[in-house]
């Protein structure tokens, strides 16, 4: 595909459980960037990946999140123990310059 | 830490001109960038300031001033497919985007 393609597009899940969300970047793009946004918000910085390795880690709010990119290509986000406070849209991004390319985003819900 | 504050809600009338304020408080930043997002949409690139002053971009053009911490974007000829969420977003070294709160845009005939 040509732009960035996030799955599943909505995941609802239970407090307590695990959730993994996938992106697939536009290809060739070394760049990728998690972002989280709640309703009425902007989107906030979670994780950037240069390559395979996660050059800024500073926005995941804590331990129980964590993003892989192995191969340097598709990322995977992984948040443990989900709390109600989890809940808000995923945003993945890709770039190869200035400008980043947003996926469509998953929405999380924790019941 | 690092803070964009924009208006909550702008109006607008379909053919006119509008323009959208983001005020900082922040420093050391590489440039400002602008977004759109339509509802259920994701956040697209419309524009970008390294530098002071003014870049046009077609019917888009936006102003960064670092002396008085401020930027705009200016939006022409308003149509009514322009109704969504701006967000302006400051740009650091490792190129993360840290957004502003957002500015929503309705085009009214």
């Known amino acids: 595909g040509a732009g960035v393609s996030q799955t599943p597009s909505n995941k609802v899940t239970e407090k307590g459980k695990y959730v993994e969300l996938r992106c697939d970047p536009i290809?060739?793009?070394?760049?990728l960037y998690w972002y989280r946004q709640s309703l009425g918000q902007g989107p906030e910085f979670l994780i950037y990946?240069?390559?395979?390795?996660?050059?800024?880690d500073s926005g995941l709010p804590n331990d129980r999140f964590f993003a892989v990119r192995p191969e340097g290509s598709v990322s995977t986000l992984k948040i443990q123990r989900t709390e109600r406070g989890d809940s808000a849209v995923y945003l993945c991004?890709?770039?190869?310059?200035?400008?980043?390319?947003f996926g469509p985003g998953t929405r999380l819900t924790v019941l | 830490g690092q803070s964009l504050e924009q208006p909550s809600e702008v109006t607008a009338v379909e053919g006119a001109i509008v323009q959208i304020n983001c005020t900082y408080q922040?420093?050391?930043?590489?440039?400002l960038s602008w977004y759109q997002q339509h509802d259920g949409g994701a956040p697209t690139f419309l524009s970008y300031?390294?530098?002071?002053g003014l870049e046009e971009t077609g019917r888009f053009s936006s102003f960064l001033s670092r002396s008085d911490s401020y930027g705009y974007l200016l939006l022409q000829e308003l149509q009514m497919k322009d109704s969504a969420s701006y967000f302006c977003?400051?740009?650091?070294?490792?190129?993360?985007?840290?957004f502003g709160t957002g500015t929503r845009l309705t085009i009214i005939p």
């Open positions: 991004a890709s770039s190869a310059g200035l400008e980043q390319f």
């Open positions: 290809s060739g793009h070394t760049a």
């Open positions: 300031n390294a530098l002071d």
């Open positions: 977003a400051v740009t650091f070294g490792n190129e993360k985007l840290t």
């Open positions: 990946f240069q390559g395979t390795g996660a050059a800024d």
């Open positions: 922040t420093s050391g930043f590489y440039g």
